[in-house]
């Protein structure tokens, strides 16, 4: 029987909900100066503790002034809400607009007629995750997968590997990598998944009008469950005793074959 009582989310709601998917948080001194010294950058809002050295305050409030971005100068209880991270943050966020930063359903909704995207499987080093962004940026990567369970979260230090790039890349957010893979298989995509036991080299596979290049954290691969969902499995060939090579370096190799 059907539940009449269920309440569906407004409009007003939902275009709320969907504004804020927008935004990127970022945390820390030198993640949210580097920001606001970049011009390239849409900032929404910085948020500061009023507890912080004065000339940090005067500092963060010329550059904000000169480019007309709102400051809130609040507790170090506020901002540590905003950030989530209170052992990092250093008392101040900033919010940044993303246009490319995109859900699963955000992404499939232009209905893409071709595309090259890496998926990242339990990648939780920073400094990887934000150089595979650095490569798939260089090489013309169409976007970058990253799961909300199993990856690591957009922090300082992947904004930092990442050189800034990860500003001017596709960013696709899912609750898990096997949400994300499911879309994309009903659209059609090769879900390709890097093992060492394939019997497909990088070198010698045929391209598709879309593609998903799934990457795994070096220790363990791409998990199982990935495994059995892609179409196909393939190996990045190696000589001199070379048994695996740093995931953000297989990640270059796709990105420019």
Do not use: W
């Amino acid at each position: 029987m059907t539940n009449h009582n269920i309440k569906k989310d407004s409009d007003a709601y939902l275009q709320k909900k969907n504004y804020y998917k927008q935004f990127l948080t970022i945390y820390g001194k030198n993640a949210v100066l580097d920001a606001l010294e970049d011009k390239t950058i849409e900032i929404a809002k910085v948020h500061i503790a009023e507890s912080r050295n004065k000339k940090l305050l005067q500092k963060i409030m010329r550059l904000t002034d000169k480019r007309s971005i709102e400051l809130n100068i609040t507790t170090k209880e506020q901002v540590s809400r905003i950030s989530k991270n209170s052992k990092q943050d250093q008392g101040l966020v900033a919010d940044i607009k993303m246009n490319k930063y995109l859900q699963t359903e955000d992404f499939f909704s232009t209905r893409p007629k071709c595309y090259k995207l890496l998926a990242l499987d339990g990648i939780t080093t920073p400094a990887n995750v934000g150089m595979i962004i650095r490569s798939a940026a260089a090489g013309g990567i169409d976007g970058v997968v990253i799961p909300e369970q199993g990856c690591c979260k957009i922090n300082p230090m992947v904004i930092k590997s990442s050189v800034g790039t990860i500003f001017k890349t596709t960013i696709i957010r899912s609750n898990k990598l096997s949400d994300f893979m499911r879309v994309a298989l009903e659209d059609g995509a090769n879900i390709v998944a890097m093992d060492l036991k394939a019997k497909t080299s990088l070198f010698d596979y045929q391209k598709t009008q879309k593609e998903v290049f799934v990457l795994g954290a070096e220790s363990v691969g791409v998990s199982e469950e990935v495994k059995q969902m892609a179409t196909q499995g393939i190996y990045i060939p190696m000589s001199s005793g070379v048994e695996s090579l740093n995931v953000a370096m297989a990640a270059t190799l796709i990105a420019f074959n």
